[in-house]
T-cell receptor, first 113, second 114 residues
């Protein structure tokens, strides 16, 4: 019963470095999402995907990229990390679009120094 | 702008008592869905309850129920017989039927006193 798995759980980056947050789900969900959660704020949608090969921008996509080569995987790439990207990142998936239940990963805490 | 407001940053309740968390939202759409999610200290977000805006009947899931007032754009969560395991951040959110974006409130931290 893995559900949605994110790695790494914690990471510290230096300004200008790049990294990829990995996300895998084993529920055969078509829809997948990346959110960021800043202190005292609700989640903000970064990118989403409605199926393999299809991705689109959410509310806060700048500084990030995604790909969806398979149904299971939806990695989030940070290029040229900036302190403003310090946040907790959540990957989620759903069977239907967002009228249905989202299943979340445990989150990845990223600090950019 | 589409927004969700949770006016209570923190609430506390005695174990076994009832607590109500407030949520108001702003949308001009008529077809949408409302959610309460729970985020325990482990960080993993879990769906607590879901309400379709076209349904007048308030959703209920065991000890969790909502008071949905569509005209007032209010969607409060009532937790009955509070348990220590209910301690968490609670987030209110809604999504329009027409897009993929959930709009989230800032959350309410619920503390359960033993």
């Amino acid at each position: 019963n893995a559900g949605v798995t994110q790695t790494p759980k914690f990471r510290i980056l230096k300004i200008g470095q790049s990294m990829t947050l990995q996300c895998t789900q084993d529920m055969n969900h078509n829809y997948m999402y990346w959110y960021r959660q800043d202190p005292g704020m609700g989640l903000k949608l970064i990118y989403y995907s409605v199926g393999a090969g299809i991705t689109d921008k959410g509310e806060v996509p700048n500084g990030y990229n995604v790909s969806r080569s398979t149904t299971e995987d939806f990695p989030l790439r940070l290029e040229l990390a900036a302190p403003s990207q310090t946040s907790v990142y959540f990957c989620a998936s759903s069977y239907r679009q967002q009228t249905g239940e989202l299943f979340f990963g445990e989150g990845s805490r990223l600090t950019v120094l | 702008a589409q927004t969700v407001t949770q006016s209570q940053p923190e609430m506390s309740v005695q174990e076994a008592e009832t607590v109500t968390l407030s949520c108001t939202y702003d949308t001009s759409e008529s077809d949408y869905y409302l959610f309460w999610y729970k985020q325990p200290p482990s960080r993993q977000m879990i769906l607590v309850i879901r309400q379709e805006a076209y349904k007048q009947q308030n959703a209920t899931e065991n000890r969790f129920s909502v008071n949905f007032q569509k005209a007032a754009k209010s969607f409060s969560l009532k937790i009955s017989d509070s348990q220590l395991g209910d301690a968490a951040m609670y987030f209110c959110a809604y999504s329009l039927n027409s897009n993929y974006q959930l709009i989230w409130g800032a959350g309410t931290k619920l503390i359960i006193k033993p």
